[in-house]
């Protein structure tokens, strides 16, 4: 495996094996648990659970969750998380579970609306609310498209399906308190956000950003703000919104196209204040995709973003006047991006799959990519390493000493050691 070799270098290895993995969540008792059988050709297998010792990363137990049944069932990875209350929550096809942390043993499980029917309806992830309780929404795929996971979107397309569940379920007894349904398909994952004293849920639609809300035990839409419309003629829908400060940003083409990619920030008080901005409409290559959210630091009132055959970009952002390029790099990456260590000395991480080529559908044709460290201030490379598998969507979770976590699909789960002095997160 060709990784960098120099003195104080960052080095990577394979610690556990986990088919089809998508991600990675760690409690503040720094018990690691990995959510995997829910991405590309594993995901046939069916979605399973583990946890792993922190140091040795042996696996101490694995949870096979309990699939709907049917044929050819869609799996989409949906997500996982530890709860405030010390339960693990997992959102997979169209169920929600509750695990036991210290054994794996599923306590509960609850079945949730399948909107487009059992085999083609999946839940995308959730949000935790200020009092604990849970809120999902649900995605779906076109009947009769024989792909899995995100690929449904990119081979089969997503016109025509119906408008999205939303679900708020107590964590505590697993009972749905209230059900919803959004104006539209909600293709991105739900953003959840407190605003000056209220909790707002944010919702992505095809060309509109859409917000609810919070109003005790529902969701209501809040008619005062918006919806934005947030694209234009070739750009393709937006992932998700991100929690910015006094705004939210979304950006579009989670979907392969020609069009260059376009990111908006709106703000939360007043709709109509809005700032649009296409950091790589210089860009030559034949096709824009962006199927990870950007991330914010608010702090620094700074963005970072990506598109996969753009580049690497770090914008900063005036609430009057709106965005501007802090710096720009030849880094390609689909994956999320990660920030690390305190303000004044923040570190984004991110991979780079190099210049990939197109398939037909405008996804990337590449088996390795690599890891790069840069000082979030000026984009000063800090180190790397090469020839990881592919890691393309999916996420790098840091750990409490600084390392990553690196989820891959294929090749399970890495741990990856930064460069020296860049040792927390």
Known sequence: MPFAASVGAPKASAVANLPGLWSVAIDSKDRVFAFAGVVGDFSTAGPFVSRLDPTSHRELWRTTLPMVEGKDVWIYPGGVGVHANGYLYVAYAARLAKIDPSNGKVLSFIDLPAPNGLANSSYNGFVVLKDGMIVTKSHHRKANCPAQGYRAFIVCGVDGLPASALVMIDPKTMKIVWTGEANELIGGRITATQFRGTEYVYLAGLDKLYRMRRDGARLVADTGWGPVTYREGKETPGTAAVGFGDFVVIQTNALPTAAPMRITAVSQSNASQ??????????????????????????????????????????????????????????????????????????????????????????????????????????????????????????????????????????????????????RR
């Open 274 to 423: 809005r700032f649009s901005f296409h950091p790589f409409a210089d860009s030559s290559a034949e096709w824009s995709f962006t199927p990870s959210k950007a991330s914010s630091d608010w702090a620094a009132r700074r963005i970072y973003t990506s598109e996969a055959y753009g580049g690497f970009a770090a914008l900063d952002f005036d609430p009057r006047r709106g965005f501007s390029i802090a710096w720009k790099a030849s880094q390609y990456t689909g994956s999320f991006i990660t920030l690390m260590g305190k303000s004044a000395e923040r570190v984004v991480v991110a991979t780079d799959m190099g210049v990939a080529k197109a398939d037909d559908f405008g996804a990337p044709l590449h088996r390795q990519e690599h890891l790069v460290w840069r000082r979030a201030s000026d984009g000063t490379e800090l180190g790397r390493v090469e020839g990881l598998p592919r890691n393309f969507g999916l996420t790098l979770t840091p750990s409490e000493r600084g390392a990553l976590y690196y989820a891959t699909g294929a090749k399970g789960l890495w741990l990856v050691t930064p460069p020296t002095g860049q040792m």
